[in-house]
Every structure is written in structure tokens, then in C-alpha cells.
């Protein structure tokens, strides 16, 4: 029985190596304007240990992290679901609304973000087919 104890403890001795590191693989959700293959190469993702495979799914659609087995997914604002943990991992982002001195010409500049029913925009739309909701916010410019 002596061998076997031995052996029992030479594993777990190996295994005890590992405590405290990293070990297995982290899969990431992105959108594709989050540019998360260059913002993990600038940092974004920190350097981690040789024994974490990094896997970065770019994907617009709004998907369910756990049944999608991700362990982490990156979004802008309230872009989430409501049972998920959200952390800012850079700058706030802002969105400006712009146009032309022809088209403010033709359809006039807009006082407040009501006005901006009348105009020809550009909005952007979620793989699921819904529009993103444009939020503004009062006294910033």
C-alpha cells in the first residue's frame, strides 16, 4: 500500500503546483465595434499566465453568457442582461448625433433631441433586428 500512498501524494504534490494560477481557457463575448482583438493586444485583457487560453468571440448579438458559455462579455452602457455584473473596463464612450451643413440646411438644425424625429438618420441596428435606443443626456454637450 506504501507505493500507492506515495504515488497519491507525488499528484498531489503536482497538483498543488498549480494553486493560485490561472489554468484553463477564458471565452469573451464582443461586439465588432468594440474592436476586442486590438484593445485585447493594447491591454484591454490583461497579461495573464501562459496556462490561460484567451478565446474572443465577436458577435453583435445580445447573447446569454451563461448558456453561451462565456465567462466574460463586453457591452456599452445598460446593454445587459438584468441578472449580470457589469464593471467599466475603460473610458466612457459618448455618441454624438452630426450632420452636414446641407442636410441642417434642408431640414434645419435641431433645438433638442425631439426634433430629431423629422430628420433622415442613420441608426444602428442589433443582430436581433431591434434599434438601438438613443439616450440623451441633459446639459451635456
Not at 451563461?66 to 465567462?71: A, N, P, T
Amino acid at each position: 500500500m506504501r507505493p500507492a500512498f506515495l504515488d497519491i501524494d507525488a499528484a498531489l504534490e503536482e497538483l498543488d503546483a498549480f494553486r493560485g494560477q490561472p489554468l484553463g481557457k477564458l471565452r469573451i463575448n464582443a461586439p465588432r465595434c468594440c474592436k476586442a482583438g486590438s484593445s485585447a493586444d493594447r491591454g484591454a485583457v490583461p497579461q495573464i499566465a501562459s496556462t490561460i487560453k484567451v478565446e474572443v468571440v465577436i458577435d453583435d448579438a445580445l447573447v446569454d453568457m451563461v448558456s453561451g458559455g462565456f465567462d466574460a462579455g463586453v457591452r456599452f452602457g445598460e446593454t445587459i442582461a438584468a441578472d449580470m455584473i457589469a464593471v467599466p473596463i475603460g473610458p466612457r464612450h459618448r455618441f454624438l448625433v452630426v450632420g452636414s451643413p446641407d442636410h441642417f440646411e434642408r431640414h434645419g438644425k435641431p433645438a433638442s433631441p425631439h426634433d430629431l424625429r423629422g430628420h433622415p438618420c442613420i441608426r444602428y441596428r442589433f443582430a436581433s433586428g431591434t434599434f438601438y435606443r438613443w439616450e440623451f443626456e441633459a446639459g451635456r454637450s
